[in-house]
């Protein structure tokens, strides 16, 4: 098997959007470093999506540390959200082979789109 | 009930976000749309909430042998001065303009992803 060469400066470019991204909406980051990974800089859809996990790791790390400065966080809101994503994480990682992508990316969408609608429009 | 109605938000959403199917981004949308928390915290809250979840999920995938270790130093060289960036740009913002971002923001994202072919 030829192992394909990814470009360090694609790679470097696709983690600044998605840093600015997840810096400024607290998330979402991989939404966009996703398709980044995978179109652009040519990983496998399953490789995109586990390597954007492991990129924007760090990025949330001081994205958090600044908010905690400068008054945006909140601990005792976050906690029982912290415990079912602990639970829910693990899961996931023993799930992420056997999952219908595509279905799961539709459910997605339409909740997208309505959580948009709200925040704009009401 | 409230706290009950939260464990199981963040366990759904923490499925996803072991995906990299934009858990973080339905968790804010559960947050602001649903239970009214103001967009700042929400998104506090979204970021600490990856960080757990990203955690546990990430020895499955390394395991899998699905991180792909090239792309990590440049892309996480450069997504850390983005992130600095536009996190202290967030928190200086007004949090009315912030939540309309990010209404504008799930729009498109939420198009695209309806309507992209994959």
Known sequence: MEQKQISPLRAALSGGAAGLINGFFGGGGGMLLVPLLGRWCGLEQRKAFATSVAVILPLCTLSCVLYFFRGGLDLALALPYLAGGLLGGLAGGKLFRRVNMTWLRRVFALLILYGGGKALFF | ?118
Do not use: D
Request: proline share 4%; charged share 10%; with cysteine.
């Open chain 2, 1 to 118: 009930m409230g706290w009950l109605l939260a464990v199981l938000a963040g366990a759904l959403t923490g499925v996803l976000s072991a995906f990299g199917v934009g858990g973080g981004t339905l968790l804010l949308v559960y947050l602001t749309a649903f239970a009214g928390t103001p967009q700042n915290l929400a998104q506090g809250v979204n970021l600490l909430y990856f960080l757990p979840t990203a955690a546990a999920a990430l020895p499955a995938h390394v395991k899998n042998g699905f991180v792909e270790t090239p792309v990590l130093l440049p892309a996480i060289l450069t997504g850390l001065a983005g992130a600095a960036a536009a996190a202290w740009a967030a928190t200086a913002l007004e949090v009315e303009l912030l939540h309309r971002c990010f209404g504008g923001f799930l729009l498109i994202v939420g198009a695209r992803e309806l309507f992209s072919k994959r």
